[in-house]
């Protein structure tokens, strides 16, 4: 197995992100790559009781292509109250969203970040102190299209290649809130198997 592992930033990362995080020794998360559009770098999937739920960071629009670590957040709205009381709305029936609801309240509701990656690496941070891990991982300072040394996941953890995959795979199962309702969706956020199961999320990772 290689040693190294490159990964995109992401806005509470799916659960596969933190599949590859965690196995390899070291990894390494994209700032320099210009920003590819519907990907989890600025949104994530949710279970909601209507289903699958897409919540997605606003950024400042510009005209012409920008690389990862310039992104800004835009605040034209308050998408914060809507991407809490969403998450309130989906998981407030959940065994441990009560639990965990103060780690992540004042990152989503309150803070106000101007840089996308800021926020995702705030809650990433948080993510993996509730999953009590350390994975040893640093940041790009330049874009390079190959690594002969890593694997590169910048472009395999995205929507519709985990749907590919799913298809492939027998993905494994955890109990959902709504699951007796849409059944059993794969992929979503991190924070669904949190909110599900808490400090046995790690046997799920």
């Avoid at 910048?154 to 959902?176: M, N």
């Avoid at 007796?180 to 794969?186: A, L, R, S």
């Amino acid at each position: 197995m290689n040693k190294l592992a490159i990964l995109p930033t992401s806005y509470l990362a799916p659960i596969a992100y933190y599949s590859e995080l965690l196995k390899y020794p070291s990894s390494i998360i994209e700032h320099y790559e210009n920003y590819p559009k519907q990907t989890y770098r600025s949104r994530c999937d949710i279970y909601s009781p209507n289903g699958l739920l897409t919540l997605s960071v606003p950024l400042v629009k510009r005209n012409h292509r920008q690389m990862v670590k310039d992104l800004k957040i835009s605040y034209d709205y308050n998408w914060q109250i809507l991407h809490w009381r969403t998450l309130e709305s989906s998981y407030k029936r959940s065994p441990f969203f009560e639990y965990y609801e103060d780690d992540f309240y004042p990152i989503i509701n309150e803070k106000k970040f101007e840089f996308l990656i800021d926020l995702n690496e705030i809650l990433n941070q948080q993510i993996l102190t509730l999953l009590k891990q350390k994975p040893k991982y640093s940041f790009t300072t330049e874009y390079h299209k190959i690594y002969s040394d890593a694997v590169d996941f910048r472009d395999e953890i995205s929507p519709k290649k985990l749907i590919e995959k799913t298809k492939q795979t027998e993905p494994l199962i955890y109990s959902q809130v709504f699951e007796t309702k849409h059944g059993f969706i794969p992929n979503l956020s991190i924070v669904d198997l949190l909110f599900n199961h808490g400090s046995r999320a790690m046997d799920y990772v």
